[in-house]
């Protein structure tokens, strides 16, 4: 028979056990297979169930690509945030310079001067209020920084255990049938499993990715909806009274958010063209932010700003309208047929392998070992409205996670995209898969070599101390 191929755990991991497992002689074997080792396997069979139905290996992978995003975010921020600092001291150094009564001298008139102080007082305050908006940028962003953080440090920790576990099993799988398949059906079924792996893996990243997505712009969503509801409420005040800068100032701290959230939502989804809150509706946006003082200042620009805002809040209500169409319509459909099929051959597998260690044990001790398997399913459901909606739970959204809009006609959202951009370029993934595939190929040969090396000299070793 061939060797077993590596599964989740790298083939040195897998080369590792079975020199392990060579360098036991027979007799220590034989006190290793017993009914202890069947009782063992189906404990860390169950432990495995566990971690991946709750993803960890997807897990980790998706929260290094976020991390990645959030240290450069932040790094970005942070440059901004420095330069935007400098900006804002050298306006206001202009501005004092100005308003020294000394330099009247060098006008015309007090009239040409005053005008040089406003023109100067106006470039300080844009400045000021474009330094603002980038610290509630950055505090958001080192948030957002330290949260990834705390998610990419769980996560490794749980991958650590899951590789432990994966590798005991594979020790006694080896150890047990001398790194051979302990029959063809056993060959077979996990190379099934292996290819319904991948595949569930793709659509569950998918389905991570669309609903983080998701997530992101209902939280936006939901801060364009409060811009609107104080922008409205400013709108009923008098002109003149001051209270409006109050208002003023949530409504863009709100705008400022619902743009780093709809810049993410963008982020999550790098493939796809999203056909409503665009790079251009997100530009206006941006502007709005920033001349949210300036719009408070005249009824026609109060009108002006709020029109917008409800339209950028339309477009947020579609967008989510379209992410469900391809969440609940593709991909939850695919997900949970190939779920299915994984679940089976998966059964099947633990199944084959418990009665090839039930033979091996009546083999060697002469026993019957009977088992009561308990296969407690909601232990290892992956939970499919947990996946869909933790966001919501994890994120602190006291808003809920729906947006509650008139729905648009189905037949008028523009067509979902295709397979290619929701899962990524199938191509480029199998290019990778076979990549890796040969990289850890070279790795076993290395390893292999290294360990036949090693078990070569301690044989060695040991016929030169008996006959010594």
């Avoid at 790298?10 to 056990?17: D, F, I, V, Y």
């Avoid at 190379?191 to 991570?208: G, N, Y």
């Avoid at 191509?427 to 890796?436: C, D, P, R, S, V």
């Amino acid at each position: 028979m061939s060797e077993r191929p590596s599964s989740r755990i790298s083939s040195a991991r897998a080369a590792s056990a079975k020199l392990s497992a060579r360098l036991n002689n027979k007799n220590s074997t034989e006190k290793k297979i017993d009914d202890n080792v069947l009782d063992r396997f189906i404990e860390i069979q169950a432990e495995i169930e566990k971690h991946d139905a709750n993803g960890v290996f997807q897990g980790l992978k998706m929260a290094e690509e976020e991390f990645e995003v959030l240290e450069k975010n932040k790094r970005q921020a942070e440059i901004n945030h420095k330069v935007l600092t400098e900006q804002t001291n050298k306006e206001r150094q202009d501005f004092e310079n100005i308003s020294q009564p000394t330099v009247q001298n060098f006008f015309r008139s007090k009239q040409a001067h005053n005008q040089a102080i406003s023109k100067e007082q106006h470039e300080y305050l844009q400045a000021l209020n474009l330094l603002e908006i980038s610290a509630t940028e950055l505090k958001s962003i080192n948030a957002q920084y330290e949260l990834g953080r705390q998610k990419l440090e769980n996560y490794k920790k749980e991958n650590q255990k899951a590789i432990e576990l994966y590798n005991e099993q594979m020790t006694i799988l080896y150890s047990t049938f001398d790194g051979d398949f302990g029959s063809d059906l056993e060959n077979k079924l996990e190379k099934e499993v292996k290819q319904l792996t991948a595949s569930k893996d793709q659509l569950r990243q998918a389905l991570h990715k669309w609903s983080n997505a998701r997530f992101l712009l209902v939280y936006g969503y939901n801060q364009i909806q409060t811009c609107e509801q104080k922008w409205s409420e400013m709108m009923r005040l008098d002109v003149n009274n001051p209270e409006k800068v109050i208002f003023a100032t949530e409504v863009r701290n709100n705008l400022v958010a619902a743009n780093q959230n709809l810049i993410n939502t963008k982020t999550y989804l790098k493939n796809i063209t999203l056909p409503y809150c665009t790079d251009e509706d997100l530009k206006t946006l941006q502007g709005l932010a920033a001349g949210t003082y300036q719009d408070m200042q005249t009824a026609q620009r109060q009108r002006y700003a709020l029109n917008i805002i409800q339209v950028l809040r339309q477009r947020c209500a579609a967008l989510y309208q379209w992410f469900d169409q391809v969440i609940k319509d593709s991909l939850v459909v695919d997900y949970s047929r190939v779920k299915i099929d994984y679940d089976q051959k998966s059964r099947e597998l633990k199944m084959e392998r418990i009665r090839l260690l039930q033979e091996k044990i009546k083999e060697k001790t002469g026993k019957n070992v009977t088992i009561n398997l308990y296969d407690n399913k909601n232990d290892k459901k992956d939970n499919l409205d947990a996946l869909l909606n933790d966001p919501f739970k994890t994120g602190g959204n006291n808003s809920g996670h729906e947006i509650s809009e008139k729905p648009i006609n189905s037949l008028d959202l523009p067509p979902p995209p295709s397979k290619d951009q929701i899962l990524g370029d199938v191509e480029e993934i199998k290019k990778q898969y076979f990549q890796q595939k040969d990289d850890w190929n070279r790795h076993l040969d290395s390893s292999k070599r290294e360990a036949d090396e090693k078990l070569n000299e301690m044989l060695n070793k040991y016929k030169q101390a008996e006959n010594s």
